[in-house]
């Protein structure tokens, strides 16, 4: 069970958990979460405490967020057929997993990267997802290692590009 000021993970969105209160519509007990990121109170959430799906978790550790950046040379790619990105990025995006995002942004830093090199714009797909995914996966970065979104994503890229190096 969270406690109010308790930060949280819920669908992806880093939450602050402000309260608990009944639902107006099933009585049941609820927790108030407001967006943790930008918060303007103008956004609440509420999401019964008993609440067993995957969309409700902690916010990550230092140790998991470091091991998900050691593990970035083993990440698989997404299937380069530009036929159905979209749908490989829509599978990820639903998930609740920072692997998802993380193999989200690696396949579209290269795929951006190609696309570059052979001068050529980035493709629409691949700016649209990879903002997504950056912005829920730095976001959390941001939180659990108290530093701020350009540097969580900068430490990023700076892995992505290591390996390029290494292979």
């Known amino acids: 069970m969270y406690k109010i000021n308790d930060i949280v993970v819920y669908r992806r969105n880093v939450c602050k958990i402000t309260g608990r209160r009944k639902s107006d519509l099933n009585g049941e007990q609820c927790y108030v979460l407001e967006p943790y990121i ?3 109170g103008s956004v609440r ?3 019964p405490v008993n609440y067993h799906g995957e969309n ?3 916010v990550s550790t230092k140790q ?3 091991k998900l950046i050691k593990s970035i040379p083993e990440l698989k790619m997404l299937e380069n057929k530009p036929a159905n ?3 490989q ?3 990820l995006l639903k998930g609740n997993d920072l692997v998802d995002l993380a193999r989200i ?3 579209s830093y290269y795929r951006n990267k190609e696309r570059a090199d052979n001068h050529k714009k980035v493709a629409s797909i691949d700016g649209e997802y990879l903002e997504k995914a950056e912005n829920y996966m730095f976001n959390e970065f941001s939180v659990a290692l108290d530093m701020p979104f350009e540097k969580c994503r900068d430490n990023f890229i700076k892995a992505i590009k290591k390996q390029e190096k290494a292979s």
Request: aromatic residues 4%.
């Open 85 to 87: 990105m979209k749908s």
């Open 105 to 107: 942004i690696k396949t």
């Open 89 to 91: 990025y829509v599978a």
């Open 64 to 66: 998991e967020i470091s």
């Open 45 to 47: 959430m509420m999401v």
């Open 38 to 40: 930008d918060p303007d």
């Open 56 to 58: 409700i978790r902690d």
